[in-house]
């Protein structure tokens, strides 16, 4: 009786509904952001990246970059739309290669509606045609994209992707990637891992970059400028691919004396942290007047200022430390950021150690010594440290400190078992701080828990350092280490 009632229009409507398949039912738009809670909006929800591949043109006169993107990803959701992460201008989109409509939403968000939905698991191409002028778009009132007197880099973190390329821009989805890019003949594109070729044409050249293992976003790099490029092998079999800007001025010498160390510092790290897990190694110094550097994967970003003051091997251990601490196995959320640095900045103690400039022991009790109690360096906790004080000195300085009290506790058989064991039990893939202290007791066999929370998560001095070296730590002021300075001029992101 009851169907009798029914309007026409409704009868239509639940037919409509029926034909559509059972998947766009349940689905639903991607979320805006990953769910990382230092920064909600970065990366996004629903759908996993393999793959990058990004075939542009950029036009140092004019800053003007235009390109095709092409992401291969997979679903994780049934999706009715999706965001990517992008300033610049698209002028298309297409999703399994039907156009798709897009629009965008808050400060950085590209959202993508497919004519169909996708079933969650369905592995699809996303095609975003686009162009702009990278220096004139800017999110949150900011803009990381350097432009040079030659052209443009993009380094930083944690964001750099936004003006340059549509991704999932978090360090948990991490991808491979093709970059070609055509530049002007004369001008040089340098971007992460392996040269596989370049061709000219029509006055461009075109650089076509490979990067063949698992990269998280903020480490693509991408430098277009006029360059001096340097290649070599290391002795233990690393190709090593080097690029200086041609107009360092009076730091070319010295950031080639430190940067053209790249080889042999990759085998001595070897030696700590197991095989280099890249197939290429090195670094580039463009013409920009930042004065950081950072650990793009395979092509470290090494600001000219880091070698104002003479040659620094301290930075180049930093940095490539990072090649395993931080790029290799990377960070599942920004809170773990202890995970890059604590082990970076350890990295430069022993180095300084190898040196002859300094035991890691005597650095970490110069570090102790150096901040009274009421310094406020003890109320950042590295092991979450918010993202005000993501990249704090106390995040590298009190991080490593932690690093040694670790070594100090569980011995030096467990600890250097422990860090050659990290890049290999977490390959190419991201892991948090808990990860790390559960392996930590794993290899040693010792619970950790007390330690961790002592070095890494109080806000406040911990009552003494080491077992010998507490007592007089906590009364004298420590001397300061031959390698101090070099490694404080690592330090100049924390002046911003
Ligand atoms: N990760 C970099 C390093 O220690 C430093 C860094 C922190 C940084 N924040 C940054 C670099 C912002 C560039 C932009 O090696
Ligand atoms: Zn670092």
Known sequence: MHRRILAPGALAAASLLLAIPASAASSAPGAPGIGDPYYPQYGNGGYDVSHYDLRLQYQPKTDELQGTATILAKATQDLSSFDLDFLLDVSEVRVGGVKAAFTRSGEHELVVTPKTPLAKGTQVTVVVRYSGVPSTKSAY???????????????????????????????????????????????????????????????????????????????????????????????????????????????????????????????????????????????????????????????????????AAGSNTSVVVHELAHQWYGDDVSLKGWKDIWINEGFARYAQWLWSEHEGEGTTRELAD???????????????KPGDPGPDAQFDLAVYDRGALAVQALREKIGDDAFFALLKGWPKEHAYGNASVADFQKYAEQVSGKPLAALFDTWLFQPSKPEARGSASSARSLTAKAAQPKSWKKIEATNDVHAH
Request: proline letters at 7%; glycine letters at 8%.
């Open 141 to 307: 009132g900011f803009n990381t994209w350097h432009r040079t007197p030659d052209g443009a880099v993009a380094a930083d973190e944690p964001e750099a992707a936004w003006w340059w390329f549509p991704s999932n821009d978090h360090p948990s989805d991490k991808a491979t990637y093709d970059v070609s890019v055509a530049v002007p003949d004369g001008t040089q594109a340098i971007s992460n891992g392996t040269l596989a070729s370049t061709s000219s044409k029509l006055g461009w050249t075109r650089y076509n970059w490979r990067q063949d293992k698992p990269q998280a976003t903020y480490l693509a790099t991408l430098a277009l400028g006029r360059f001096d490029i340097t290649t070599s092998t290391s002795e233990g079999g690393v190709p090593v691919v080097n690029a200086y800007s041609k107009d360092l001025g009076a730091n070319d010498g010295a950031a080639r004396a430190s940067v053209e160390r790249t080889g042999e510092l990759v085998d001595w790290l070897s030696g700590y942290f197991g095989p280099y897990p890249f197939s290429s190694a090195g670094g580039y110094v463009p013409n920009t007047t930042t004065g950081y550097a950072l650990e793009t994967q395979t092509r470290v970003y090494y600001s000219p200022k880091q070698f």
């Open 366 to 380: 110069y570090v102790y010594a150096s901040h009274p109690a009421d310094d406020p360096f003890w109320t950042v």
